[in-house]
């Protein structure tokens, strides 16, 4: 795949991020202007659910979609918190919910917590909004680690399972990518990756691209399939596209 059409290709594949303690309306506005360009509209904007208002009105009458966090970054099994952190954002309007795995009950051998996490969030996700499960693979570091909690977000009816919330010491890597998406496509199952964390620039996302292209065939990576979380990382591949 050339620069052109693999930029192409991130741009619409994007989930254009702001989770940042500073953020206000004037910065998701911001990056509101920067969700829609000559080279295709990103997948959706990822903020605070808060800001899910702000972004459905600024983005009214487009095919992006919005996106928001729940159980961030930390990952705690308190369900009744959970749901009703998703209820919430659904009620603000969020179509995307991002879900941040209980990766140290995982990491403590509590499989029951964890595939209670699983049920309770695609419970409360239903059918209508897409659900990505966040595994801080960091955290979990270990190969098997990551291939056994993807299995169990397969099991559980995730439509996304992503890497990382961007806020740990490592985030997402393309090992840990190589083996979510071998764990997919073992399982034949119509489940999509998302990598996301310390994503900033053209050729570290092509390297997801590319991963994913190998593993699943070149038709997969679309929106539907594919994502890559960042908030930076348009300017770059604007840049590419813009020097053609």
């Known amino acids: 795949m050339d620069d052109i059409t693999a930029a192409q290709t991130l741009i619409r ?33 990822c903020v605070y659910p808060k800001f899910i208002p702000l972004v459905k009105r600024l983005l009214n009458g487009t095919d992006i979609k919005a996106a928001t966090v729940v159980n961030f970054p930390d990952g705690g099994w308190d369900f009744d918190k959970l749901r009703s952190e998703i209820r919430e954002a659904v009620k603000l309007g969020a179509d995307e919910i991002d879900a941040v795995f209980p990766y140290k009950k995982f990491l403590e051998g509590d499989e029951e917590t964890c595939e209670n996490f699983l049920r309770t969030v695609k419970e409360e996700c239903g059918k209508k909004h897409t659900l990505k499960i966040i595994l801080e693979t960091g ?23 992503k890497t990382s919330t961007g806020k740990s010491k490592i985030s997402a890597t393309p090992e840990a990518a190589n083996i979510i998406l071998e764990t997919i496509a073992n399982s034949q199952k119509n489940v999509g990756f998302k990598a996301s964390g310390g994503i900033r620039t053209f050729e570290e996302a092509r390297k997801y691209l590319v991963l994913a292209n190998s593993i699943m065939g070149g038709k997969w990576p679309t929106a539907k399939h594919f994502r890559i979380g960042a908030s930076s990382l348009i300017d770059d591949l604007l840049a590419v596209l813009n020097r053609g």
């Not at 911001?30 to 969700?35: Q, Y």
């Not at 955290?139 to 399972?161: D, P, T, V, Y």
């Open 139 to 161: 955290e979990l570091q270990k190969m098997s680690l990551i291939a056994k909690a993807s299995q169990m977000c397969i099991a559980h009816g995730a439509n996304f399972i």
């Open 13 to 45: 594949t994007l989930d254009l991020t702001s989770l940042g303690k500073d953020d206000n309306e004037f910065k998701i506005e911001a990056l509101c202007e920067k969700a829609s360009t000559k080279y295709g509209n990103v997948a959706a904007v």
